[in-house]
């Protein structure tokens, strides 16, 4: 399994967004200028959020879309986060499969074909991957151009740019519920063109999540094939 399919890990880092800035129906026709700093504000705003979570949990729906032969594929699960650097991205459907990024060591783990792939932690949080926004290595204000798009259907869509170009991630879009001033749908495009859509379902935050949710021992007879020594190299190859 390709690294992009637990890329959406990154935008979870403003998986709670503080109150928005006002973006009213007149927002649109405002100067560059202020445009600019509303945006610059929601950004912070959300930055500032995600430093003040401690953990969330959520359930999601994931469609991944091949450019070049239009293949759909529909996964569903569930993510949990905790304070510093802690993930569980765990699928349920169509297949169980399992990512936790522990406090030593980072497992990926297939259970069909009873194979598991380890890690350090240092090799995926100081990599380019998206594991580095949940963990809060990187920043959405300082390492993406930023384009705030307005409202669609009630959402507040903005669009992102890398601003240091790699072939895994070429832009994304994110939707923030003003409402409840979370983000609920998030969508990611490779240099290919394939999409990586996440929508989050039943979100909770600052829940109390056991040591063990973020463990992870491959079970007697499993194929392990260890990684650690194989810097950015191995974590290109996450799940391949």
Not at 101 to 127: F, H, I, K, M, P
Request: hydrophobic content about 45%; aromatic content about 10%.
């Amino acid at each position: 399994m390709p690294l992009f399919r637990f890329m959406t890990l990154f935008l979870l880092a403003a998986i709670l967004a503080a109150p928005l800035p006002p973006h009213g129906p007149g927002a649109a026709h405002a100067a560059p200028a202020a445009l600019a700093e509303d945006t610059a504000a929601l950004t912070a705003a959300m930055q500032r959020r995600y430093e003040t979570l401690d953990s969330f949990e959520a359930a999601f729906t994931q469609t991944l879309v091949n450019a070049a032969s239009g293949e759909r594929g529909t996964r569903t699960g569930t993510v949990r986060f905790k304070r510093p650097s802690l993930i569980r991205w765990q699928t349920m459907t169509p297949e169980p499969e399992l990512l936790v990024v522990g406090q030593n060591e980072v497992w990926a783990w297939y259970e069909l074909e009873q194979t598991a792939y380890r890690y350090t932690v240092e090799q995926v949080l100081d990599s380019r991957t998206m594991l580095r926004f949940i963990a809060g290595k990187a920043r959405l204000d300082e390492d993406f151009w930023v384009e705030d798009q307005g409202e669609d259907a009630g959402l507040r869509r903005l669009h992102l740019i890398p601003r240091k170009a790699e072939p895994s991630l070429v832009e994304a879009t994110v939707w923030v519920d003003p409402q409840r001033m979370v983000m609920t749908r998030m969508e990611l495009v490779d240099f290919f063109g394939n999409i990586n859509a996440v929508t989050l379902e039943n979100l909770a935050f600052d829940v109390e999540l056991p040591a063990d949710v973020f463990a992870f021992s491959p079970p007697k007879g499993a194929d392990v094939f260890d990684n650690r020594d194989k810097g950015a190299q191995g974590v290109e190859n996450l799940g391949q």
